[in-house]
């Protein structure tokens, strides 16, 4: 704010303070608020026609009830031009004072507030509120949110109080998020009985809400069919009983069309809700479009479709590629990009930087968004998740030469917050770390020396307590994964500087024993590795392909975008796909993702 507005804003001040040349007193809950009827007139529809055709023209001093005097001062304030402080405590009231006296402006600010504030807590609030108020940008603001969380919001007994047209306008929604139509039925079921008397004789307008189709038969037969409200309503029985026909109608078919033409000839829906579309699949991301963003696609192996939410540069990432840093999920499904660097700052200078950032993908609008950063920024370091939580353990603060740290953060999701921990007993980089029970082992990597560590680490997370163990790694490498798997961990992949390590090894938390498990099926430093379905996958790598020009050898380092994967169950590698169209050789995650918030690629990998 420039001098002029600020000395603007201290004559309007002084204007609405001073009782001199007022010429109206509003009266709210006994208190007294000095206003100039001009004012007010020009700002809001309320009191221009009050002023012009009531009563109240004449009057000195009018009574305002049904609102706060809080509230009032607000309102009149916004008129006046000051800033309003919009609170969680206030924010309600202002909305109903931005009604009556129809400043339109102010309600938008109230609203813009109340859809920042949506959580489990308050959403049916904010609901009943934004239906009672006719505000629709705020009702389906909160129906959103209610939909996005409904397992969340069927238990809590004041989705019970829900009026029958909000109950209908819910289950009716396609973007329900729930993976299994019983979900409905029991809500349904539920919100019916908690005024049976009352609610009985609308079950049958909302039982044909629910998609039978599907639910599973022998679920119907078991537990719908002979459910008591069912069973006596002739209308459900009809339903339950169309149900069957069609389905018998849709098992002689085989494409979707004609499925749905049949379900269509019966009135009765097939279209599965939003949260059927989820799936846990691997997620990659490196460079974006710019330098602040990052992108963000998924592969699943079970079907070999690959998807897309934030764009690769076209390049393949090249001119914005970030390397060494880390993908993450915690305990809530919430996905973390963290540290790392540009591929240009290390090429094409002596010693690059490495980032502090850290970006949270959002699903429904899919960007990354940036969360608090790192402490100290780190490049090659390792991390894990322990719940909510995400731990990052050393790394360098620049590569090529960056010195190994010992360095160690916490990021609490709820506060937006880095905590310091107990740093580690030696620096480290290009190392690996997964979470065991109640601690983290570390695995790997190079000391400041430049010598491999063989030691394993083990870090107390309820003790913030390091522990250096008495066993040492069968192969010291850089760069592997670690991956926890039953009651052992598996570190795979990576490699020393002259060679590549292409044997799993496995290690038991209990005895501290190494054993040495099956190799890779190619000679290639592994880069990118997560767990999922009980099977490690693997993509890409990097390998050394040679060729002969003019009588001699000639060999170059190659990235390759292919995918392996280990079966856990019966330790055998398999080949997954000759190309993963998104894949990375960095860093991989696994998540449940929603395809709706997805785009299909039209290109499918295939073995």
């Known amino acids: ?176 998020n729930v993976d299994k139509e019983e979900v409905i039925f029991h809500f349904l079921v539920k919100w019916i009985e908690y005024d049976i008397e009352e609610r009985k004789k609308f079950f049958g307008d909302l039982f044909g809400k629910v998609r039978l189709l599907l639910i599973d038969e022998e679920y119907i037969c078991e537990h719908i069919n002979t459910h008591d409200l069912v069973v006596g309503n002739p209308f459900c029985r009809a339903i339950v009983s169309m149900t069957k026909l069609c389905r018998i109608g849709m098992d002689c078919q085989d494409s979707e069309e004609e499925k749905q033409k049949i379900a269509d000839g019966y009135e009765l829906s097939v279209c599965r809700r939003h949260g059927m579309f989820r799936k846990e699949m691997l997620i990659f991301s490196g460079g974006g479009m710019s330098e602040e963003q990052r992108a963000f696609s998924c592969f699943d192996p079970s079907t070999g479709k690959n998807y897309m939410g934030a764009k690769h540069h076209p390049t393949f990432d090249f001119k914005f590629k970030v390397d060494y840093y880390k993908l993450i999920t915690n305990n809530q499904n919430q996905i973390y990009f963290m540290g790392g660097i540009f591929y240009d700052d290390y090429h094409l200078e002596e010693q690059g930087l490495a980032r502090d950032s850290v970006y949270q993908y959002q699903m429904k609008d899919r960007t990354w968004t940036p969360c608090h950063p790192m402490i100290t920024a780190r490049c090659a370091f390792a991390a894990c998740a322990v719940e909510e939580r995400v731990f990052v353990f050393g790394g360098a603060l620049s590569y090529p030469r960056g010195v190994p740290m010992e360095l160690v953060e916490a990021y609490d999701p709820v ?70 798997y039953n009651d052992q961990i598996y570190i795979v992949g990576g490699g020393t500087k002259i060679q590549n390590t292409t044997a799993i090894e496995i290690f038991d938390p209990e005895t501290l024993k190494f054993q040495i498990g099956d190799d890779f099926p190619d000679d290639r430093k592994v880069m990118s590795v997560a767990l999922l379905d009980n099977c490690i996958y693997v993509c890409g790598g990097a390998r050394r392909m040679t060729s002969r020009r003019e009588g001699l050898a000639k060999s170059r380092l190659v990235e390759s975008k292919d995918m392996h994967k280990y079966d856990l169950e019966t330790k055998k590698w398999s080949m997954v796909a000759k190309l993963v169209q998104y894949g990375s050789n960095q860093a991989t995650t696994t998540t449940v993702v929603n395809t709706k918030d997805l785009d299909l690629s039209e290109f499918t990998s295939s073995v």
């Open 1 to 176: 704010m420039n001098s002029q507005q600020q000395h603007l804003l201290e004559g309007i001040q002084e204007l609405f303070t001073s009782k001199e040349l007022t010429n109206v007193i509003l009266v709210a809950e006994d208190k007294d608020l000095h206003c100039h009827r001009s004012v007010l007139a020009a700002s809001s529809p309320y009191f221009r026609a009050m002023f012009r055709d009531y009563c109240e023209r004449d009057q000195e001093t009018i009574y305002i009830s049904n609102i706060t005097y809080s509230a009032l001062e607000m309102a009149v304030k916004f008129m006046y031009c000051l800033p309003v402080d919009i609170s969680h405590d206030s924010v309600q009231s202002i909305l109903t004072a931005s009604s009556m006296f129809q400043l339109d402006t102010l309600a938008s600010y109230c609203v813009d507030h109340m859809m920042r504030a949506i959580c489990v807590d308050n959403c049916l609030d904010v609901y009943n509120l934004g239906d009672y108020q006719s505000l629709q940008t705020l009702k389906d603001a909160a129906k959103s949110f209610i939909l996005d969380h409904f397992c969340e919001m069927v238990e809590k007994e004041d989705m019970m109080q829900l009026e029958k047209a909000a109950v209908k306008e819910l289950i009716s929604s396609d973007d329900i």
């Open 415 to 484: 506060f937006d917050l880095w905590q310091q921990m107990a740093p580690m007993p030696t620096g480290l980089s290009h190392h690996a770390s997964t979470v065991y029970k109640d601690s983290v082992y570390v695995f790997g990597g190079e000391e400041s020396s430049a010598e491999l560590f063989t030691t394993v680490l083990q870090y107390s997370i309820s003790n913030d307590t390091w522990f250096i163990l008495d066993t040492e790694i069968l192969h010291p490498r850089l760069s592997s994964t670690a991956i926890s």
